[in-house]
C-alpha cells in the first residue's frame, strides 16, 4: 500500500467517524442559528416632523396583513386599561400593502428554526417598516403610529436578534409588532385563536410601552416590559406592567400632568 493510500484510508475512517458522533446535527444546529444573510440594504429614514412626544397623544394602527377587525378593538381595550389617559385617541389606519418594489427590498433569508424542511423565511428589515409608519404618521397628524405585520422581520439595528417580535424606534415614535411566530401553527400545532391575540397584544404593549417608557428592558419575567426571544417569554409574562415599571409610568405621568 502506497502512502497515499494509507492516509487516504485514513482519512476514509475520521469521516466515518465524525458523521457518527452527529456532527451533522451540531452543523445543522449552527446554521439554524447564524442563517443565511445577504447584506441588509438601508433603508433611509426620512422624517419631517421629527420633535418629542407630548402627552396626551394620538395612536395609529396599521395593519400590514389580513387580521381579523376584533384585534383592534381588543388592542384598544388593553391599551386604554395599561396606559390610561396617555391616548386621546387610538385609531385604526386599516390594512396597507408595500408595493412591490419596496416589498422586495433588504430582504434576509434565515431558516426556519422549527421546520425539519430546512425552509427558508423572508425575512424584512424594521427600517422599511419606519419609513411607512413615518410616511403615514405625518399623512395622519398622529403623534405616535404602530405596525402589525404577518412579515417575519429582523432589526435594522442589531444583528444579534435573528427574528424579532417587535422593535420600538423612539426618535421616530413607531413601533412594529411581527405576528408570523405568534401563532402556533408557526410551531407545528393546532390553531388557537385567543392565545394568539393575546400574544399579539402583549408585544403590543410592549412596543408601545418603549415609546413612553423608553427602550429599557425589565428584569421581572412576569413584567410585560420583560424582552422575549422566544414565544414561551411571551406566554410566561402578563400584559401588565410591574409594579417598578408602574412606578416608571406615574413619573411621566406627573411629568406631563396628566
Ligand atoms: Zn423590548
Ligand atoms: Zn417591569
Known sequence: MSRVQKYQRKIKKYLSKLSKIKFRDKLDNLILRIGISSPPIEFDLVDTHV?????????GVLFCGKFENTLFEKARNELDKIFDSFFYHVSNLGEFKFPIDVLSRGIKKEFKEVDKT?????MHPTNKFYQILINNRIKNKLDMILAITDLPIYSSSNNDIIFLFGEAN????????????????????????????????????HEIGHLILGLEHCANNSCVMRFS??????????????EECNLKLKKVRKSFNI
Request: proline share 2%; hydrophobic share 40%; with cysteine.
Open 170 to 205: 423612539l426618535k421616530h415614535r413607531s413601533c412594529v409588532v411581527s405576528s408570523l411566530k405568534l401563532k402556533e401553527k408557526f410551531y407545528n400545532r393546532a390553531k388557537n385563536k385567543n392565545l394568539f391575540e393575546w400574544r399579539v397584544i402583549k408585544e403590543i404593549i
Open 229 to 242: 426571544r422566544e414565544i414561551e417569554e411571551i406566554d410566561v409574562k402578563s400584559i401588565k406592567l410591574c
Open 51 to 59: 420633535r418629542e412626544l407630548i402627552f396626551p397623544c394620538n395612536l
Open 118 to 122: 430546512k425552509k427558508k423565511l423572508e
